[in-house]
């Protein structure tokens, strides 16, 4: 029978560089022999395009007065369940059980993190609950000052959580969470970009061999 493959998540704030290490990562264990899917959430799946299209403010919801406003924390949650939920079904575990490693940048962390804010990590976690446990779970601290400086830097517009306000409150959040969780291993992303690269390489090594 085919060993399951692993199931690697990278997590921390917008600007915290969990794109570029999971690319990194992937080409690293791609040229040590092993086959690597690289995913991210929201997914490309429907729901997940919908969640893309809320962040940057081009979907809305209908208020009783007729005006459009913002989808509530609550219903992001149950947005990003339904989207995390597919994604596995249809991506992410037939790649695990063929033997495939799957990175994923962003998973139930970032909705603890994220909407936990002011949702009730309660509520996200039973909506969460058949979503399956990461075999290592990489979070990548940076102050979110730093990862604020580094999203504007990007030239694009600021999406939903983008604000110096939302980005303190996740970072609480995250440090909370992070402190609380033995299988999350903390990394200090405010390193030269090869420097993390090499410590995300070494944890994954450390913890799942």
Request: contains cysteine; neutral net charge.
């Amino acid at each position: 029978m085919t060993a399951p493959g692993r199931f690697i998540v990278f997590e921390g704030l917008d600007g915290a560089g969990t794109t570029t290490q999971s690319k990194l990562l992937a080409e690293r264990l791609q040229q040590k022999g092993r086959t690597v899917h690289l995913a991210h959430q929201p997914s490309d799946g429907p729901v997940g395009q919908l969640i893309r299209q809320i962040l940057a403010g081009r979907a809305a919801t209908t208020q009783a007065d007729g005006k459009l406003g913002i989808v509530d924390e609550r219903g992001m949650a149950l947005l990003f369940a339904a989207d995390r939920l597919d994604h596995l079904a249809s991506q992410i575990e037939p790649r695990l059980g063929r033997g495939e490693d799957v990175i994923l940048d962003r998973y139930t962390l970032s909705s603890l993190a994220y909407q936990g804010a002011s949702v009730s990590h309660e509520f996200i976690l039973v909506a969460n609950r058949y979503a399956r446990k990461p075999d290592l779970t990489l979070f990548l601290y940076v102050p979110a000052t730093v990862a604020l400086e580094r999203v504007r830097m990007r030239g694009a517009k600021l999406e939903r959580y983008e604000t110096a306000t939302q980005l303190q409150a996740i970072e609480r959040e995250y440090s909370r969470l992070v402190g609380t969780l033995a299988s999350v291993v903390s990394i200090d992303g405010t390193r030269p970009v090869a420097e993390v690269s090499d410590l995300c390489y070494a944890a994954l090594q450390q913890q799942l061999g």
